[in-house]
């Protein structure tokens, strides 16, 4: 793992958003002894009224961080910055007020954490990720760029986005990508491109008590799920992560309707308008819980589905939830996404279905008919286990080390001095 550097991370989701890749990432990076600035999503489209609540929480984050000169520690080694930024992808004169009056305010919080020759990592390929990494960028820095979807089917700027992404992949020492789809994208434009599927902490997510062995973490929570989840009947059918445009949400309420007996459990924040399902009496919605009790709710369910509407946005993503069910031993049931089925080709351990209610409750009632024996409990957490996050990351740090060893032969001169003033 790499050590003693400086790494500024140009985020896609809020810190205290659903945790995913970007938290674990680089809360073993800090682990490991490198200092982190998390810079909370800048965005990839302008805001709309449905996101009144993130930009008054962005808000008074940022307000509170001018207490504390612009950041907020959020663990050993990680800080987190919320700068007020215009929306990426705009007119002339919005980029002019990033570049001049906005984002100066990232580089003078950089420079007052006295960080040298910063790893630049960004999971937004947006122009506002192109100046930051202009105003951040020193001789030494690497530049990773991680390209985790495909942004350009969440903007209606899809030639600014391309263009802004294209700058990015030419700008980039290296390349992460979540999957074969999206490497090959990325191949157009830089040769040094490397495939690394979202993964586990297999730590957060350890098998129920009484599964013994090596596969049992002593680490993890043992909390038992709520009085709540155990007064619903059975089965209960599980969701976790975000309620957001890409659930089917039409998918989901035929379901519920037609097995009136069966609990429906959605354990994650809502993003978006869910219609009809709020209003069914055998559908829970629970809401976003702490990432370390997710185990719990999951320990609860009897199958856990993906209910995914098919998209060329969905179509290259594995979602994380597929290796969290899994880890935790459970029967998973998930709409035929490209990358999904690419995955249960390889690993022949998920159920994939048409989003058409009456095959997906046929998939659902064949996962709740398999065996609950240990051997495939098991079997369920040896997929996992190879998408663990401490073995992905060693991976990415040791190509990361060879391109800073790379700059330093280039270079052949001390370290640069800290971050300069604008």
């Not at 984050?61 to 001018?66: A, D, G, H, Q, V």
């Not at 445009?245 to 039409?250: K, P, S, Y």
Request: glycine content about 6%.
């Amino acid at each position: 793992m790499i050590s003693g550097q400086d790494i500024v991370c140009i985020a896609s989701i809020e810190w205290d958003f659903l945790w995913q890749g970007h938290q674990e990432i680089n809360l073993r990076l800090a682990q490991a002894g490198n200092r982190v600035l998390y810079i909370e999503n800048t965005g990839v489209r302008s805001p709309g009224l449905r996101d009144a609540g993130r930009i008054l929480k962005r808000l008074r984050r940022w307000i509170k961080s001018l207490r504390s000169s612009g950041v907020r520690q959020v663990a050993p080694n990680i800080y987190v910055c919320s700068p007020l930024v215009l929306p990426p992808l705009g007119s002339g004169w919005q980029r002019q007020i990033n570049r001049r009056l906005l984002l100066p305010f990232v580089r003078r919080t950089a420079r007052r954490l006295g960080m040298v020759d910063p790893l630049l990592w960004t999971y937004l390929p947006t122009d506002t990720a192109v100046e930051i990494i202009n105003l951040l960028r020193m001789p030494r820095s690497v530049v990773v760029y991680y390209c985790i979807a495909d942004f350009s089917q969440l903007t209606p700027r899809v030639h600014q986005l391309r263009q802004s992404e294209q700058a990015i992949l030419k700008a980039s020492d290296l390349i992460f990508a979540q999957g074969p789809e999206l490497a090959d994208h990325c191949l157009q434009w830089n040769d040094n491109v490397h495939i690394f599927p979202f993964g586990v902490n297999l730590d957060a997510f350890p098998l129920e008590d009484g599964i013994e062995g090596e596969h049992r973490s002593d680490h993890a929570p043992t909390k038992s799920p709520s009085v709540f989840l155990k007064s619903l009947s059975r089965p209960i059918i599980g969701y976790v992560g975000g309620l957001h445009r890409h659930v089917d949400f039409d998918l989901l309420v035929a379901m519920a309707r037609s097995r009136p007996a069966w609990s429906w459990v959605f354990v994650g924040t809502i993003q978006t308008a869910v219609g009809e399902l709020s209003a069914l009496p055998n559908v829970r919605l629970l809401g976003q819980k702490p990432h370390y009790e997710l185990v719990n709710y999951i320990r609860a369910f009897d199958a856990c589905i993906v209910p995914y509407m098919s998209s060329i946005y969905t179509d290259t993503v594995v979602p994380t939830k597929i290796n969290e069910y899994l880890a935790v031993g459970k029967p998973v049931i998930s709409t035929e996404l490209p990358a999904v089925c690419d995955f249960n080709q390889r690993y022949n351990i998920l159920q994939t279905t048409p989003a058409e209610p009456e095959r997906f409750l046929q998939a659902i009632e064949q996962a709740l008919q398999m065996p609950t024996d240990e051997a495939t409990i098991i079997q369920r957490r040896t997929v996992a286990e190879l998408g663990d996050w401490t073995d992905r990351v060693e991976v990415m740090s040791r190509l990361i080390e060879s391109e800073l060893e790379a700059k330093e032969i280039r270079e052949k001169k001390p370290r640069s001095k800290a971050i300069a003033e604008a």
